[in-house]
Antibody, heavy 119, light 108 residues
Framework: QVQLVQSGAEVKKPGASVKVSCKAS????????MHWVRQAPGQRLEWMGW????????KSSQNFQGRVTITRDTSASTAYMELSSLTSEDTAVYYC????????????WGQGALVTVSS | SYVLTQPPSVSVAPGKTARITCGGN??????VHWYQQKPGQAPVLVIY???DRPSGIPERFSGSNSGNTATLTISRVEAGDEADYYC???????????FGGGTKLTVL
């Protein structure tokens, strides 16, 4: 069965960076793109970006002004999302989600990783 | 950028039908997907391509999409359906995912 298992909760200081991992199992990792979506407390889901796990091509939302870096390690079937220059507004649960279909939807989601930014 | 608008809340009695709308400019020309999110949990896909159901999702969940409004319909609502529901499209013009603001379904 498809599973996406994310790294644990993190507490970071303003200005720092955070890197969240998402380990995939139950399917061929390089056959699907992986997306990242975040949800601030009480807020809507916000799409952050995606990576083609096969060729490594990425795209990030302009809302993050170049602060998002998405990478993958095919040998570990793991995708990563790094967010830099953190502020309190980046406090959120960060999800990875597997892409399916065209146009795209997200058929499997990780359990989420809470990132708290606090001085 | 493309905007999706949902009502903040919908209330329904058990056994009745809930309808959750998702508004967007000419949304009928796009494919709409719906997710259910219960407190403290990750979203779960309940409808894709406007009206298709993933395996394991009850037939009580259905969807439609036309004009400027997509609708998620939940028939014979149960207490376990209480959750937040989000619509989503892929905005091909900006090549990014877009989510609605979410609707909290309350079962009275």
């Amino acid at each position: 069965q498809v599973q996406l298992v994310q790294s644990g909760a993190e507490v970071k200081k303003p200005g720092a960076s955070v890197k969240v991992s998402c380990k995939a199992s139950g399917y061929t990792f390089t056959n699907y793109a992986m997306h990242w979506v975040r949800q601030a407390p009480g807020q809507r889901l916000e799409w952050m970006g995606w990576i083609n796990a096969g060729n490594g091509n990425t795209k990030s939302s302009q809302n993050f002004q170049g602060r998002v870096t998405i990478t993958r390690d095919t040998s570990a079937s793991t995708a990563y999302m790094e967010l830099s220059s953190l502020t309190s507004e980046d406090t959120a649960v960060y999800y990875c989600a597997r892409e399916e279909g065209s146009p795209y939807y997200f058929d499997y989601w990780g359990q989420g990783a809470l990132v708290t930014v606090s001085s | 950028s493309y905007v999706l608008t949902q009502p903040p809340s919908v209330s329904v009695a058990p056994g009745k039908t809930a309808r959750i709308t998702c508004g967007g400019n000419n949304i009928g020309s796009k494919s709409v997907h719906w997710y259910q999110q219960k407190p403290g949990q990750a979203p779960v896909l309940v409808i894709y391509y406007d009206s298709d159901r993933p395996s394991g999702i009850p037939e009580r969940f259905s969807g439609s999409n036309s004009g400027n409004t997509a609708t998620l319909t939940i028939s014979r609502v149960e207490a376990g359906d209480e959750a937040d529901y989000y619509c989503q499209v892929w905005d091909s013009s900006s090549d990014r995912g877009v989510f609605g603001g979410g609707t909290k379904l309350t079962v009275l």
